[in-house]
């Protein structure tokens, strides 16, 4: 039975975050406030005025927990009680090992849900101001988020610490890199070594090129306009103003000496560590709009990157998101402002399920913090809901960039074992932290 003492707590944006939100904080008898701005105003990417639309593909990716990331933020979800979890099981499609859904069925299963639901009101108005007075309110507009809203946010967090575009180069993993051709320095022995440095002579920078200036490009989608900054071009960008133009730019080899060959290369791919483990590393300045498999055809014939296994691939597109680790604290609430919590894209995860769980872990934070007066530990780094949650608050502030969940976010497995072995551990690991956690 809903508290008649509590007052209900508002959410703005009843996409993947907020619906999983609300649905968290009303089965646990907090009334809740849903608005959707849907159908009296569309974004660019939504089509209906159902909950959780999804807006592109109809996939929430693998499903092998023991094996792939997001297969475990899967297991973890469904262990609590998650709405878009039980949904996209509800109305599961054929797709192998991913975890596909019924697009229509899926977003009107949960539609009928929150709407059923005695203790969530849902309200089609769009939210244009914000305060930091206002009541308990979660944010989660997704990453399209209306300029209306966006401007109304930006004084409570800090005009600079607002992103619109998205320019992500891609990750891989430290195991995956072949040390026999590349190496550690930074330009000039300046600092420690810290950066990986994967050579090419003339060559094979040549080869690189002509392969890149043909590679297949993801095309602009509707609501997208072709915006780029010359700090921030795309490598295929780069590589038609001239074929040089990379090996001046991302790519200059000076300052650096390839211990292998024992000379200075022609040109050189840079890695820079991505978090604090060590686990991951990006490949600086090679941002890009190719497709994924022309990225992976690609960038696996960069010496030492022949086996790399990419925990994120490069992409720009249109992406409203915030600085998380210098506005939110470690329960996705603003440091300035503790009546505002965010959730989502919004805060710098990628992807519908980081969306959803991001949203779930709000919503139980909240709903903490209105029947305690206190709130609760946040999930272990250990496991998928944990790491997803430290990226977004702890991430390097100075690069900070949205990520996907993937195994190299989680603490690495200390005691020896086979690398085949590896990720498994680290599942079960999480999934046995997460039954010691969720019932604080």
């Known amino acids: 039975m809903e508290d008649p003492s509590l007052n209900p707590v508002r959410i703005i944006g009843a996409g993947l975050a907020g619906s999983e939100a609300a649905w968290q904080l009303a089965n646990r008898n907090i009334p809740v406030h849903l608005y959707e701005m849907r159908p009296k105003r569309f974004s660019p990417a939504h089509h209906s005025d159902q909950c959780a639309e999804l807006v592109c593909s109809n996939s929430l990716r693998a499903d092998d927990w023991q094996h792939n990331a997001v297969g475990l933020l899967h297991q973890e979800m469904r262990l609590l009680d998650s709405l878009i979890l039980a949904s996209a099981d509800a109305n599961r499609t054929p797709a192998g090992g991913a975890l596909a859904t019924d697009r229509a069925g899926f977003s009107q299963w949960i539609t009928e849900r929150l709407t059923n639901h005695p203790h969530i009101t849902l309200i089609r108005e769009e939210i244009t101001t914000l305060d930091a007075n206002d009541p308990l309110t979660l944010i989660a507009t997704g990453p399209l988020t209306s300029d209306n809203l966006a401007t109304a946010l930006q004084p409570l967090i800090g005009s600079d610490q607002l992103y619109f575009y998205d320019s992500l180069a891609p990750i891989v993993t430290l195991e995956s890199i072949d040390f026999t051709q590349a190496f550690r320095q930074s330009r000039y022995n300046k600092g420690g070594a810290d950066y990986i440095n994967c050579p090419m002579n003339e060559a094979q920078y040549t080869a690189f090129i002509t392969a890149l200036t043909q590679a297949e490009q993801v095309p602009c989608r509707p609501f997208e306009k072709p915006i780029f900054f010359e700090g921030c071009l795309p490598i295929e960008v780069m590589a038609a103003r001239g074929p040089e133009t990379l090996r001046f730019g991302p790519m200059k080899p000076v300052g650096l000496h390839d211990p292998h060959q024992n000379t200075t290369p022609h040109a050189v791919v840079q890695l820079r560590q991505d978090n604090s483990q060590g686990t991951l590393w990006n490949l600086v300045g090679f941002q890009t709009k190719l497709t994924w498999p ?147």
């Open 294 to 440: 022309a990225q992976k055809e690609l960038f696996r014939t960069i010496p030492g990157l022949e086996n790399a296994e990419f925990a994120r691939l490069g992409a720009i597109h249109r992406n409203t998101y915030i600085n998380g680790p210098t506005v939110l604290d470690d329960h996705l609430r603003l440091k300035n402002h503790p009546n505002l919590f965010m959730a989502g894209q919004i805060t710098g995860v990628e992807g519908y399920v980081e969306s959803a769980a991001c949203g779930l872990m709000a919503g139980r934070f909240i709903a903490h913090l209105t029947q305690h007066g206190h709130l609760p530990p946040p999930p272990p780094p250990e496991t998928a809901h944990g790491a997803l949650l430290r990226h977004v608050t702890h991430g390097d502030p100075t690069h900070f960039q949205p990520m996907n969940i993937t195994f190299g976010l989680l603490p690495p497995i200390t005691e020896r074992c086979k690398k085949i072995e590896r990720k498994p551990r680290m599942a079960k690991r999480a999934l046995e932290a997460l039954e010691e956690w969720k019932n604080t």
